[in-house]
């Protein structure tokens, strides 16, 4: 692996998800675009939920790198193809806020829908993430499950052992 000096580009290559640099085509434009990515992410994530939106920016997924590589690692397996609104969902996710619902429409030859509600405290209404891009039906194979008696949940969100 060549040195770089590129903060971003160094966490994506120790996460092993050099990918999202390597295929972008041309390549010298990867970052720039994925900075864009997560400029669009962070300004839906505002948008939603004002001040009480922690950063996604390039600075604030260095320090998660910092802090949890296999937070960070999750993540960036999704920066690639989810929808700006489902990376807010994502972020928040990896933040601790927990999955209440998930809603999916799926019907030949008809449009397609996702919806992840995800629910804060009991004091607030929840946050409501909804695609109509089919690609964001990534984001759930990350999702971690369990088995709570004869019902389900969807717990955190994970990186992929590829």
Excluded at 146 to 162: E, H, I, V
Aim: glycine fraction near 6%; charge should be neutral; proline fraction near 6%.
């Amino acid at each position: 692996m060549s040195s770089t000096t590129d903060p971003l580009e160094k966490v994506i290559r120790e996460c092993g998800e050099g990918w999202l640099i390597d295929w972008y085509v041309p390549r010298e434009r990867a970052l720039s675009h994925l900075r864009g990515v997560l400029q669009r992410a962070d300004e839906n994530g505002r948008a939603l939920l004002g001040p009480s939106m922690s950063p996604l920016t390039p600075d604030a997924l260095i320090d998660l790198y910092a802090k949890n590589p296999h937070k960070a690692r999750a993540f960036l397996q999704v920066l690639g193809t989810a929808s700006p609104k489902m990376l807010v969902m994502v972020w928040r996710v990896l933040q601790g806020v927990e999955i209440s619902e998930i809603q999916m429409e799926y019907r030949e030859n008809a449009p397609f829908r996702l919806c992840i509600r995800l629910s804060v405290s009991k004091d607030h209404r929840p946050e409501v993430y909804e695609s109509s891009d089919i690609d964001d039906v990534a984001v759930l194979r990350h999702m971690g499950t369990m088995k709570l008696g004869q019902s389900g949940s969807f717990d955190g969100f994970y990186a992929l052992n590829r």
